[in-house]
């Protein structure tokens, strides 16, 4: 199994090119942009050594349904898709926040709430609530987003708005955006007996218009719980049983690292990558209700050049 990690494209037109902790972003003519979703994988804002066959597949053309099924509720970048690991759209001015969206209290955020904080980006929180509780109604959580290796840090509606980094009309309109995404995004999880946990969205502006960018609803960006026995665990207080990336963090702190410095990533054997890789199928099926069908893997690179190129002309 081949999996695509660094990419050196040159395209026509191309202006300049961005290296993400997964995505490769390449400026055409700075009208478009051609994000190509590799196979690397990231925990605790660190980029793990080794890629991780079809997980940059999966990722793509997750998003790529997702994205296609939300173009009533706001317009989004998306224009095409020319390979199974490539999307093709418009360039937009990134807001330098990310919209986190929370239906229940776990992750992070049950963290924080076990030490005893009671408000997460402004937001107050009700006491007496216990790990992977529902809220009463779904809660915005926003970050800012940071540079490589950098961690991102919570923000409140307040500080977003005293720092300029969107309008009291621009935020309105990401908030009301972020939470019909949300409730979409719940009733599909709901059809796929799923629960849509909490997840993040981009929002960027083309043209004086608010778009939404970058990935939606992926095992990257989000997490889902299964609904069969969730009441049931959620009584007893057990552990849920999930579809996210959370399985890859939870490897890594039973190996003792947790992208502090000093530690050092455990040792990704061969097993390891295709374990992950298994589960990110596993979790690609369930999610879309699709079987996934692999592609060709032979030469990626030469592969996605060969698609984009067709595109582009």
């Known amino acids: 199994m081949k999996a695509l990690t660094k990419t050196d494209f040159n395209f026509p037109g191309q202006k300049s090119v961005y290296h993400g902790k997964v995505r490769d972003v390449y400026n055409i003519n700075g009208e478009q942009l051609v994000m190509v979703a590799t196979d690397r994988i990231s925990a605790f804002d660190v980029v793990l050594p080794e890629g991780i066959p079809y997980k940059g597949q999966m990722l793509n053309q997750i998003a790529a349904k ?34 986190i969206v929370r239906g229940y209290l776990c992750g992070s955020a049950w963290r924080a709430y ?29 970050t800012t987003k940071a540079e490589m290796g950098l961690h991102d840090e919570d923000i409140s509606k307040e500080e977003i708005l005293a720092q300029g980094l969107a309008t009291p009309e621009e935020y309105a309109t990401l908030e009301k955006y972020t939470l019909a995404l949300f409730k979409r995004g719940t009733e599909i999880a709901a059809e796929r007996g799923l629960i849509l946990v909490d997840t993040k969205y981009e929002f ?33 207080g057990e552990a849920q049983k999930q579809l996210s990336k959370e ?13 502090k410095e000093g530690q050092k990533v455990p040792e990704m054997t061969p097993a390891i990558v295709e374990s992950i890789s298994e589960r990110y199928i596993e979790l690609f099926e369930n999610i879309t209700g699709e079987k996934f069908v692999k592609e060709d893997t032979s030469n990626i690179a030469e592969r996605i050049e060969k698609n984009v190129m067709a595109f582009l002309k």
């Open 247 to 259: 399985f890859v963090r939870e490897w890594l702190m039973e190996n003792g690292f947790q992208g």
């Open 114 to 142: 076990k030490s005893g904080v009671r408000e997460i980006c402004g937001v107050k929180l009700p006491e007496g609530m216990k790990e992977n509780q529902k809220f009463p109604e779904p809660i915005v959580t926003p």
């Open 204 to 236: 960027g502006k083309h043209n004086g218009t608010i778009y939404l960018m970058d990935e939606i609803h992926t095992p990257d960006s989000s997490r889902y719980f299964y609904a069969d026995g969730y009441q049931e665990r959620f009584e007893k």
């Open 66 to 99: 997702f994205l296609d099924a939300t173009t009533d509720i706001c317009p989004n970048w998306k224009v095409a898709t020319p390979d199974p690991m490539v999307t093709v759209g418009v360039l937009c001015e990134g807001f330098p926040v990310e919209m």
